[in-house]
């Protein structure tokens, strides 16, 4: 492998984590940007997707199974993600750490009921043999680089979400209701927007998301009980660490850590490039708070 | 509404749920990072499939400990299932000294402190007169205090990097001489590698493994072409394997520990490696794993163990059969399993030898003792090793190893590398 295979094949490789953290925190910063819903189940609503992928494997064998698979995670996450914010985020409006302990339990729960359901040991899934294997180049002054047709999936799947957010958050009447409920609340409750239907279907459109990474992250992860473990914290992080309530940020901050992770895990061990990461992250916030992108408003004060 | 008082008023109120919300939002990582530090935390403790034999009078309790939940459950939730299975055959066969075995099981969940918390459970409030699990080296170290402070018995069942020896820890997997080293031997002499690339998960077995690797493969002129440690339940490769690949190895040797393997796996086939590019040999993945990945993922890598289902003797036969009959026709056999179901009948022996349930005399009762297993010949030695053959074997898509070598006679157990640490033995040899 020659050295600029290796310095593109990790600039793409950090491009393609960069996209994994977009995918998973989308959602969240959905949530918890945008409605300020501390969402602690969001994890496990990754993990019902990876499930839901499985599923849809079980029901079509076949290579198509993905097409069926994406889908059915985003209904089934967007499905569940209603019926909590209906039953439990909605009474709990306003008190943030009451909606992370509620939602802390709801994930407990989900995890448990994946236990009960589909084993304590995960369940296989892997790529349709459209998306099996890698570009390799075989010759050249790239010779050496290899890349992955999953990989790839996923960074056009992140690209068209981030897509679909930004025209429906700013080209539709929709989008200007959730925009106008964000900014200010009693203002658009007195313009006539229905807020209590815009909560739902944010939270709704969040868990969506974070089920779609989940079916697409089957093919490239284990699908376990635990798996949305590994991703929450990182979700959490991405999203603060972005600006709250800006997707923008949020983008620019999965590009950023995914960038960090990917240099430094070239020059060192992953475990001290992880470390490294978290100081990083650290040492950013006590220089700017906010995060890569601060919100602005018109009112006085700032939120 | 023009009224600035009233403006202040609400900033206030506003930027004081800004404070609770990023101080809930503090207190949710540190719940998560101490949740998520090398495990996961439990929520609630495992359905126990079994029924255990109802405590009697003239019943005696043992503990079984391993991880039923989080990332290495995967690889635990067999053993258990192999010692449960041991324990019903010689309940069924009259019981030891006359008493049925009476199991209490508790869940590890992945979690080395876990570990320990349920060991002292197990010892000082069920009172057990013995204890069989742990898998992870991470998990011993943590029990291994419980056990001496309590002078009580651990029965270890998995391969492991030495270094260590307790007189109350009987040591039944592989020493590293006993895998690590074979399966190195068979890399130089068999497969002529030179240059090996060393990758594990971030604790205390691989990290020890690798030294032992290091010495023994600079001694005979080979070179180390790179080392790497990814956190436990770490999901993300794809710089691993860049790494890997630009180092261009002979040979991958493999400590990763639990299901990263399935993401290690899973994204080297994105990226389109095929074993034949790249040979590796794994010390954590036998047919358990293969099944619970999907062995067309991983079929032509190589792994050492001192059984493979594979292997064939009447013993055997026996065993699989039983085991298939009470677990489902579906199920695989490996050698943690069968470490764990041989543990029982050694403790039986031992226990009929001392004509005692005290841990300690039963420990000094093991050494030396030998009986015929599933693996063949099974002899403790003085130090609480075990005395067994090492394979190296050949993982094939139907999730079955095929050997490629063995030693052809049981290997003596060296819990103190000479090369890694030199002028090191069991005390009390």
Known sequence: MTDFALVLGQSFNGLSVASILLLAALGLALSFGLMRVINMAHGELLMLGGYLAYLAYQIVPGPAFLLLGLPLAFLGAAALGAVLEVTIIRRLYGRPLDTLLATWGVGLVLQQAARNIFGATGVEVTAPSWLSGALVVQTGALQGLSISLVRLFIIALAALVLVGMVLLLYRTKLGLHIRAVNQNREMAAALGVNTRTIDMFVFALGAGLAGLAGAAFAMLLPVTPTVGQSYIVRAFMVVILGGVGSLLGTSLSAALVGSFTVVAETFMQVSFALVLLLAFVVAFLQFRPRGLVSMRSRTLDET | ?429
């Open chain 2, 1 to 429: 509404m023009n009224n600035p008082t009233h403006y202040v008023g609400r900033a206030n109120r506003r930027r004081k749920s800004l404070g609770v919300l990023v101080a809930g939002l503090v207190l949710a990582v540190a719940m998560l990072a101490m949740a998520c530090g090398g495990g996961e935390e439990t929520t609630a403790p495992a359905p126990t499939p079994t029924p255990s034999t109802p405590p009697a009078s003239d019943s005696v309790k043992v503990g079984v400990l391993h991880s039923l939940t989080g990332t290495m459950a995967i690889s635990e939730i067999p053993v258990r299932d192999a010692t449960l299975l041991a324990i019903d055959e010689i309940n069924a066969a009259g019981g030891v000294m006359g008493k049925k075995i009476a199991v209490t099981q508790e869940d590890g969940t992945s979690e080395p402190s876990i570990f320990a918390q349920k060991a002292q459970k197990l010892i000082q409030q069920d009172k057990v007169v013995t204890v069989f699990g742990g898998w992870t080296s991470a998990s011993r170290k943590a029990m291994l205090p419980v056990f001496e402070a309590n002078k009580h018995l651990l029965w270890y069942p998995i391969q492991f990097e030495g270094n260590e020896c307790s007189p109350n820890i009987m040591y039944s997997g592989a020493q590293p001489n006993q895998q690590i080293l074979p399966a190195l031997d068979w890399g130089f002499q068999q497969q002529g590698y030179k240059k090996y690339y060393l990758l594990g998960s971030d604790y205390v077995f691989p990290r020890t493994a690798n030294l032992i690797l290091r010495k023994h493969i600079e001694n005979r002129g080979g070179t180390v072409a790179g080392e790497d440690y990814v956190p436990l339940g770490h999901q993300d490769f794809a710089s691993v394997i860049n790494k890997i690949k630009a180092a261009k190895p002979d040979a991958v040797y493999n400590t990763i520990n639990g299901d990263s393997n399935v993401a290690f796996f899973k994204q080297l086939a994105a990226a389109g490696v095929t074993v034949k590019d790249l040979p590796i040999v794994s010390f954590s993945i036998a047919e358990q794993e293969a099944k619970a990945m999907g062995a067309q993922l991983m079929a032509g890598s190589y792994a050492a163990w001192n059984y493979f289902e594979s292997v064939s003797s009447p013993e055997n036969k026996k065993f699989v059969e039983a085991f298939k009959a009470k677990f489902g026709a579906g199920q695989v056999l490996d050698d943690p399993m069968v470490h764990g179901y041989i543990d029982v009948y050694l403790w039986k022996a031992a226990v009929e030898k001392a004509g005692t349930f005290d841990p300690i005399a039963v420990a000094k009762a093991a050494r030396g003792l030998e009986i015929m297993t599933p693996m063949g010949k099974v002899k403790i030695d003085s130090n609480q090793s075990f005395y067994q053959t090492v394979y190296v074997g050949e993982l094939q898509s139907n999730g079955q190893f095929k050997v490629l070598w063995d030693s052809k006679t049981p290997v003596k157990p060296e819990p103190y590398d000479p090369l890694a640490f030199p002028g090191k033995t069991c005390h009390w040899e």
